[in-house]
C-alpha cells in the first residue's frame, strides 16, 4: 500500500526562496484499490506523482510504498512497484517499434529473454496492440501512442500503476475508453491504480475520490459522496459530472431520486425507480 | 508549408518490403563499411564505376524511387558542388599546365582530377550511408550496431550506452522536424514569411527558430530522461534484449557477393 | 446564403509530401463557405483533415491555384498578397503557449503588428487593447516574463497576440486542450465575448463538440479528409448516432438527453444547455 505521512515539499527557486507544493498531507492507498486525484493546475497533484515516482523526495514527513521509504537510496526499488505514464507519449516512448518500446523496461529488469517475450505479449493483448505490435511509432495514433506507453508500464508488472493526466490530450470517447480497459486490468491483475485527471466523469469511474487544493487534500471518499458536493468542487476551480449537477437540481426542486448518480446512465436509473404518478404514464421505461 | 522530408531524404527510413529491408542488418552494416573502406582504396574511373553500379543495382533492388532519392539528396549536391569548385581554383599540387588562371586561382587539369575523386568519394558515401539507413530501421539498425560492437565492450568502451544515445538523438528527428515546421507555420500566420523571399532570406528566418526548438528540445529531453528512469533505466549494465537477431545463408551470401564486387573493382 | 463569402473552399484536396513514398493524402474534395460574421465549427476525429483545412485559410501549405478563396480571391493566384491574407485570418493554433516568440509579455504580442509595419505609437494601443481584452491588464502585464506566467495565462497572452493584428477572421485549433475546468470556462466566456464585441468571423476546429456547442451555430463534420455533415449546430446534434461513430464527444447535455431518451422518447435533440434538460426534465415529470 501507499502511504503519506505528513508528507511536505518545496521547490526551490534561484533566490532561495521555497515554493510550497504539499503542505502536511496524510494519505494512504490500499493495494488493489482504484483512486482519482483531482484538482487544478498547480494544486500539487503532479508534484505527487514525482514522490511517488521517486523523482522527487519529500522535504518532510514521509511516504511508503509497501512499506518501502521515498528515499534516494531506495529509487530503484520504488520504481519496480510503481510505474507511471505521462501525459504526452511522445515524451515516454524510447524504442522506435511498438513491441521494442514495450520491452525497454523488463529490458532494464535484466530479465532473461522468455520472460520479457512473455510479458510483452500479454501488455500488447491487455491493450489490443498484438496487431500492430512492429509498427513503428510515428505511424501511430495519440491514442494508440498512449496505449503503447500504458502496455510499457503494464510489462513492468508494477503493484501501483499511476496515470498523469493521459487522457488530457485524447478525445472523450477514446479516453473512456482507455479508462475501461485500464479497469479491466486492475481486475485481472490486482494492481493498484491511481489516475489523475481534469475530466470529471472519468473520475466517477473510481472508486474513491481525492480532491488537491493548494497542495492539500481537501476531499476524499467516493465518488458519490465527493461530487455531491458541487458548490465546494466549484469553489476550487472544478466541476462535477453533469448528471451529478442535474440530480441535486432536480432534488431541490423536491423531485426524490434515490441513490448515488454519477453517470447518465446512473440519473436514468434513478428517474425510471420514481414511483408512478411521479412523471406521466406515457414515459414509462424501455 | 516546409516539408523537410521532401527535400532532405538522408536518415529516414522507407518501408518497401523488398529483398534489401529484408537482409539481417549486420550483415547490411558490415557491407556498407566494406564498400566505404573500398571507395578509400580504389583510385581509377573504372573501379569506381564498378562499385557505383553495384550500389545502383543494390537502390534497384530495394524499390526505393530514384526520383525521391535525387530530389532528397539536391541539397547535399549543391554544397558538393560548391565545396567541389574551390578544391578546383585552389588547386596547389603540382600542375602540368593550366587551362585557366587568375592571380591563385586557376583550373588545371590535375585539380579538377583530384576533386573529382574526392566528389566521386563523398557521393559513396553519402550514397551508402543513406541507403542503409532507408533500407534499415532504426531498431535494426541500432541493434546491428550494438552487436557489431559488442566486442569493443571488453574494453570498456560503454557500447550499449552509446547506442542508446544514438536511438534517442534520431528518435528526435522527426519530431524536431514536426515542432519546427508548426513553429514556422505559426510565425507565418503572425507575419513572419517563410514561404517567401530567397534562399539566405528564408535561411536567415529558419534561423531563428532554432532558439526555441532547443530551448524546447533540452526540456524535452529532460522529460524523457526522467521518463526513463521510472521505467527503471540504469545505464546499460545487466540489460537484456528482447531481440535476437538471426543471419541465415542468404545474408552471408550477399555479403560474399559484396566483398567480392568491391575486391574486384579495387583490383582491376 | 447570400454575397461573397469571406472564406471559401473549392473542392479542396491535399496531399503531404506529395510525389514521395511517404505521401498521405489528407484532404479529398472538401467545397465549403464561410460567410462574414459566421461562426462555424470544423469537427472531426484525429486525422479527419480539420487541422489541413485550418491551415489552408491561411495559405500554410503548398496550394494549388482554384480551391482556397479569401473574399472571393484565389489565395494560391501568382502574385497573391499572402502577407495582406495573414494580416486578415488570424490563427491560434493548438497549445498556443509554445508558439510565443519573445520573452517579455508585451514585445510577444507585439510582434504581430510590428512585422506587419504597424507604428510604434499604433502598436501600442493595439498591445495595450489586447491584453486588456483577454484580461490580463496592460499595465500589470505588459513586463512581465512569459515564463513566469501560468499555464492559462501564457495561452491568453498568444491569443492577445493574435488579437492585436485586429483580423477579422479568428481561427482557433482546439482551444481548451490541456486545460482545467475553470480555466476552460473562461477562456470560452472570453472567446465569446471577443467574437460579439468585435463581430468576428470565427472558426473553431476541435475533435469535441463541447466548446464549439457553446461559441459557434454551424457545425461542419469532417471525416477521411471530406464533409460528412454541415449544418445549424441544432440540426447537426440531431444526428447524434453519427457523431458518436465518429468519435465525437457530444457536449454534455445532449449525451444525457440521449441517454434519457430511452424513458422521455419525446425529449428534444438539441438541448446545449443544462439549464434546457433540467427545464425539459421537469416539464415531463411535473413538480410534486
Given amino acids: ?286 | ?268 | 446564403m447570400s454575397g461573397t463569402p469571406i472564406l471559401e473552399l473549392r473542392d479542396f484536396r491535399y496531399t503531404y509530401l506529395e510525389g514521395t513514398p511517404k505521401a498521405n493524402e489528407a484532404v479529398r474534395g472538401v467545397s465549403l463557405e464561410i460567410q462574414p460574421g459566421e461562426r462555424v465549427a470544423i469537427v472531426g476525429p484525429t486525422r479527419s483533415g480539420k487541422s489541413t483545412v485550418v491551415d489552408s485559410f491561411a495559405h500554410l501549405l503548398r496550394l494549388k491555384p482554384g480551391q482556397v478563396f479569401f473574399e472571393g480571391e484565389d489565395v494560391a493566384a501568382p502574385g497573391y498578397d499572402r502577407g495582406a491574407l495573414r494580416r486578415k485570418v488570424g490563427i491560434v493554433f493548438q497549445q498556443p503557449e509554445t508558439q510565443i516568440v519573445e520573452d517579455v509579455v508585451g514585445a510577444d504580442v507585439a510582434f504581430g503588428p510590428t512585422s506587419a509595419g504597424s507604428p510604434a505609437e499604433e502598436t501600442r494601443g493595439r498591445v495595450e487593447e489586447s491584453l486588456d481584452g483577454v484580461g490580463l491588464p496592460y499595465r500589470d502585464f505588459r513586463l512581465r516574463y512569459v515564463y513566469a506566467l501560468s499555464g492559462g495565462q501564457r495561452r491568453r497572452v498568444a491569443i492577445a497576440g493574435v488579437l492585436a493584428m485586429r483580423t477579422p477572421v479568428l481561427v482557433l485549433d482546439e482551444p481548451t486542450a490541456g486545460l482545467d475546468p475553470r480555466g476552460r470556462r473562461e477562456l470560452l466566456d472570453l472567446l465569446g465575448r471577443l467574437a460579439d464585441d468585435r463581430k468576428l468571423t470565427l472558426v473553431v476546429c476541435s475533435a469535441s463538440l463541447q466548446d464549439a456547442s457553446l461559441l459557434c451555430d454551424r457545425v461542419v463534420v469532417l471525416d477521411e479528409g471530406r464533409v460528412v455533415m454541415d449544418g445549424p449546430l441544432r440540426e447537426v446534434l440531431r444526428r447524434d448516432e453519427d457523431l458518436v461513430r465518429l468519435d465525437i464527444t457530444l457536449p454534455e447535455p445532449i449525451a444525457a438527453a440521449r441517454e434519457l431518451r430511452h424513458l422521455f422518447p419525446d425529449l428534444p435533440e438539441d438541448l446545449t444547455t443544462e439549464d434546457d434538460l433540467e427545464r425539459e426534465l421537469v416539464q415531463r415529470l411535473g413538480t410534486p
Avoid at chain 1, 63 to 79: K, L, M, S, Y
Avoid at chain 2, 45 to 67: C, D, M, T
Avoid at chain 2, 155 to 164: A, D, S, T
Avoid at chain 2, 207 to 224: E, K, Q, S, Y
Wanted: aromatic share 8%; with cysteine; proline share 5%.
Fill in chain 1, 1 to 286: 500500500m501507499i502511504e503519506l505521512d505528513g508528507v511536505s515539499f518545496a521547490y526551490r527557486t534561484g533566490e532561495g526562496d521555497a515554493v510550497p507544493a504539499l503542505r502536511d498531507l496524510d494519505l494512504s492507498i490500499e493495494s488493489g484499490e482504484r483512486v482519482a486525484i483531482i484538482g487544478h493546475n498547480g494544486s500539487g497533484k503532479s508534484t505527487l506523482v514525482k514522490l511517488l515516482t521517486a523523482i522527487q523526495y519529500p522535504t518532510e514527513g514521509e511516504a511508503r510504498i509497501d512499506g518501502v521509504p521515498v528515499r534516494e537510496e531506495n529509487q530503484w526499488t520504488i520504481r519496480e512497484k510503481v510505474a507511471v505514464v505521462f501525459q504526452d507519449p511522445d515524451d515516454q516512448i524510447v524504442m522506435t517499434r511498438v513491441a521494442d518500446d514495450v520491452a525497454f523496461g523488463p529490458e532494464n529488469l535484466g530479465l532473461p529473454r522468455d520472460e520479457i517475450a512473455e510479458r510483452v505479449a500479454l501488455a500488447l493483448e491487455a491493450l489490443g496492440l498484438e496487431s500492430i505490435s512492429e509498427t513503428p511509432i510515428e505511424d501511430l495514433s495519440p491514442g494508440q501512442k498512449q496505449r503503447v506507453a500504458i502496455a510499457g508500464a503494464l510489462a513492468m508488472r508494477p503493484r501501483f500503476l499511476i496515470l498523469d493526466e493521459p487522457t488530457s490530450l485524447l478525445p472523450a470517447p477514446l479516453a473512456t475508453r482507455l479508462i475501461q480497459t485500464v479497469k479491466d486490468l486492475n481486475r485481472r491483475e490486482g494492481m493498484g491504480v491511481l489516475h489523475v485527471t481534469h475530466s470529471m466523469p472519468e473520475a466517477a469511474l473510481f472508486d474513491r475520490v481525492i480532491v488537491m487544493d493548494e497542495g492539500r487534500a481537501v476531499m476524499t471518499g467516493t465518488p458519490a459522496g465527493v461530487f455531491r458536493r458541487v458548490d465546494e468542487l466549484r469553489d476550487i476551480g472544478l466541476d462535477v459530472p453533469l448528471a451529478a449537477s442535474l440530480a441535486q437540481r432536480l432534488r431541490s426542486r423536491g423531485i426524490p431520486l434515490k441513490g448515488d448518480i454519477l453517470t447518465d446512465a446512473d440519473l436514468r436509473e434513478a428517474l425510471s425507480a420514481l414511483a408512478p404518478g411521479d412523471y406521466p404514464a406515457e414515459a414509462s421505461g424501455p
Fill in chain 2, 1 to 268: 508549408m516546409l516539408e523537410l522530408q521532401r527535400n532532405v531524404v538522408f536518415g529516414q527510413f522507407v518501408d518497401t518490403g523488398s529483398v534489401v529491408h529484408r537482409v539481417d542488418a549486420r550483415v547490411k552494416i558490415a557491407a556498407a563499411a566494406l564498400c566505404i573502406v573500398a571507395s578509400f582504396l580504389i583510385d581509377d574511373l573504372l573501379g569506381f564505376g564498378l562499385a557505383l553500379a553495384l550500389v545502383v543495382g543494390i537502390q534497384a533492388l530495394s524499390r526505393i524511387p530514384l526520383g525521391f532519392f535525387l530530389r532528397g539528396s539536391a541539397f547535399f549536391f549543391g554544397f558538393l558542388v560548391f565545396i567541389l569548385v574551390f578544391q578546383v581554383l585552389f588547386y596547389t599540387g603540382e600542375a602540368s599546365g593550366y587551362l585557366w588562371r587568375w592571380g591563385i586561382l586557376s583550373v588545371s587539369a590535375e585539380g579538377l582530377y583530384t576533386a573529382g575523386v574526392l566528389g566521386l568519394r563523398v557521393v559513396f558515401l553519402y550514397y551508402i550511408t543513406t541507403l542503409l539507413m532507408l533500407t534499415t530501421s532504426l531498431v535494426d539498425l541500432t541493434n546491428g550496431l550494438e552487436l557489431l560492437l559488442s566486442p569493443l565492450q571488453k574494453i570498456r568502451v560503454p557500447v550499449n550506452e552509446l547506442v542508446l544515445v544514438f536511438v534517442i538523438a534520431v528518435k528526435f528527428v522527426p519530431i524536431f522536424i514536426e515542432e519546427m515546421e508548426r513553429l514556422a507555420r505559426a510565425q507565418t500566420a503572425r507575419g513572419v514569411p517563410f514561404d517567401e523571399g530567397g534562399a539566405v532570406t528564408r535561411a536567415r528566418r529558419l534561423g531563428r527558430l532554432l532558439v526555441p526548438i532547443f530551448i524546447n528540445g533540452f526540456a524535452r529531453a529532460d522529460t524523457l530522461t526522467t521518463a526513463m528512469h521510472t521505467r527503471s533505466y540504469r545505464g546499460g549494465r545487466n540489460r537484456t534484449k528482447l531481440r535476437v537477431m538471426k543471419a541465415g545463408p542468404p545474408d552471408w551470401l550477399a555479403l560474399a557477393l559484396v566483398t567480392a564486387w568491391m575486391l574486384a573493382a579495387w583490383q582491376l
